[in-house]
């Protein structure tokens, strides 16, 4: 016995001496393909030059977190017209597994913590694996040419939130974050919901660990029954009950994690003996006794092929990407194609893209949320990031730090929320053109107005259009032309 232990232990010293010369060689390969010449090849800037946002530009903040000053040009050269040049590249955010992404990946392989064993994350400090997660996440967002894929991964993280504060869940939210969120972010609804379901960190976070029923004196812990429908699936006023509740609740009894043993801790298991298994009825479908932990699958069987889920889904999936209050004609014809297609997450989303709508709708109609807002800016500027820590103070005065939201239902998708945070985005905006956000972020503005071939140049990179005459006298005014586009209406709005 006294061995194995030993053994081990060599192993994860083995595994962290060489993880730690993982790093230092990764975190400096982009910098030896720069030196090189190997990085990728630069195309030209060219902003986009119509007076109002052109459908490449729309597409482009709405589908990623801010085109970067190269984008548009790619973009528009992919067909002969916008609307093919569009569908192009929606073609290629829709099969991210296709985009050649190792720059990011590599970005994101130093972050070590993240991709461990679930057991072996108790070994980290939970304020590390937080940092971690939190900086994986904004390198994902800034980096990668998947740029859909992790808007997506962004909502799923809402729409089943976990906040990290909560007991186990400051060391089970990376696993979370990894095989349910990111696995499934494209796949099937009915295979993310259950992944969801039988989360460890999700059964911390709603005590369904907790729910057991060894005999007729205990209740059901209703705590993740209850978000099931009302956030994850059916939505409120889905047409669910309170009784529905209780026989949901009674059919994940059982299930629970292990928070003991060095080896097995954080493991997911199912005790028939905490489970109650007579006959239930669900949503009008009855569920016969006998079933066992089959109980749980019957259970996610009725409520993600429930009209109510596509309809719930499709009403937030045309918020998200269309606007605060989308029109019924753009959620029925959504959840049309999330019924038909068994919800498959990529055809629901390009119904989401082919509505009137998306292609012809008010466009610079959605507030950046303040994640956005900063990530945008970034790209947009071409920032050089060295520590993404240093962005972390600005999302958490601004209230949308990744995984740090209370309660379930996630950080809000629409505008009202956040319109008190725009004297910190101005802030922000101030300290990135100066190049006071930090020392470990910069920015070279001369080449990026030297490159987008001046001012006015930069502005339309920036906001999607050519900017107007009172637009660019401001700029002249304030002598601070870079700071006055990132904090205008024109930039916080996509």
């Known amino acids: 016995m006294k061995q194995r232990e030993s053994d081990e232990v060599s192993r994860r010293h083995f595994l962290r001496a060489t993880a730690g010369l993982a790093l230092f060689s990764t975190s400096s390969c982009e910098r030896v393909e720069d030196w090189l010449g190997l990085g990728p090849k630069e195309g030209p800037v060219v902003p986009p030059s119509g007076e109002g946002i052109d459908l490449i530009s729309h597409v482009l903040n709405r589908t990623t977190f801010g085109p970067t000053p190269l984008e548009y040009a790619r973009v528009k050269g992919l067909a002969d017209t916008e609307e093919d040049a569009v569908a192009a590249f929606l073609d290629e955010q829709l099969n991210p597994d296709e985009l050649e992404d190792k720059r990011a990946q590599r970005a994101v392989r130093r972050f070590e913590a993240i991709h461990a064993p679930l057991a072996e994350m108790y070994e980290y400090k ?35 939130n976990i906040d990290v504060s909560k007991k186990e869940c400051r060391w089970l939210k990376a696993a979370d974050d990894r095989e349910v969120v990111r696995k499934h972010a494209l796949g099937k609804f009915s295979d993310l919901v259950r992944a969801s379901a039988l989360s460890p960190a999700m059964l911390w976070y709603l005590d369904g660990r907790e729910n057991r029923m060894r005999d007729s004196s205990e209740k059901p812990n209703e705590n993740y029954a209850r978000e099931l429908l009302e956030l994850h699936t059916l939505g409120v006023g889905g047409g669910y009950t309170q009784k529905d509740v209780m026989e949901v609740a009674r059919c994940f009894s059982g299930w629970t994690v292990r928070d003991k043993g060095r080896f097995y801790k954080g493991r997911v298991e199912f005790h028939s003996e905490a489970h109650d298994d007579g006959s ?138 956040w319109t008190g945070t725009l004297l910190w985005r101005w802030h922000f905006a101030i300290a990135l053109s100066r190049n006071d956000v930090s020392k470990e972020i910069k920015i070279n503005q001369d080449e990026l107005i030297e490159k987008a071939g001046g001012v006015a140049g930069l502005a339309a990179s920036l906001l999607g259009r050519i900017p107007s005459k009172e637009e660019l006298a401001a700029m002249e005014r304030t002598g601070e032309s870079l700071a006055l586009l990132l904090a205008s209406p024109g930039f916080q709005w996509r």
């Not at 304020?127 to 980096?143: C, D, G, I, K, P």
């Not at 009855?286 to 749980?296: F, N, T, V, Y």
Request: charge should be negative.
């Open 126 to 160: 939970e304020a590390f694996l937080l940092e971690q997660l939190t900086r994986a996440t904004l390198v994902r967002a800034t980096r990668s040419k998947r740029q859909l894929f992790e808007i997506m991964a962004h909502f799923w993280s809402d729409h089943l």
């Open 280 to 417: 239930k009825v669900v949503l009008g479908h009855e569920i016969a006794s006998g079933g066992g932990e089959k109980d749980l699958d019957d259970v996610l069987e009725i409520v993600c092929e429930h009209p109510s889920t596509a309809r719930h889904l499709a009403e937030k999936l045309c918020i998200r990407f269309l606007a605060d209050e989308p029109s019924k004609a753009s959620i029925d014809a959504t959840a049309k194609v999330f019924s038909e297609s068994g919800g498959d997450l990529c055809k629901t989303l390009r119904s989401v893209f082919e509505t009137d709508e998306f292609l012809n709708g008010a466009r610079g109609q959605k507030l950046k949320r303040p994640f956005e807002f900063i990530v945008s800016a970034l790209r947009g500027t071409r920032a050089k990031v060295s520590s993404e820590m240093d962005l972390v103070d600005y999302l958490i005065r601004m209230g949308h730090a990744p995984f740090q939201y209370p309660t379930p239902d996630g950080y809000p998708d629409v505008a009202s929320p």
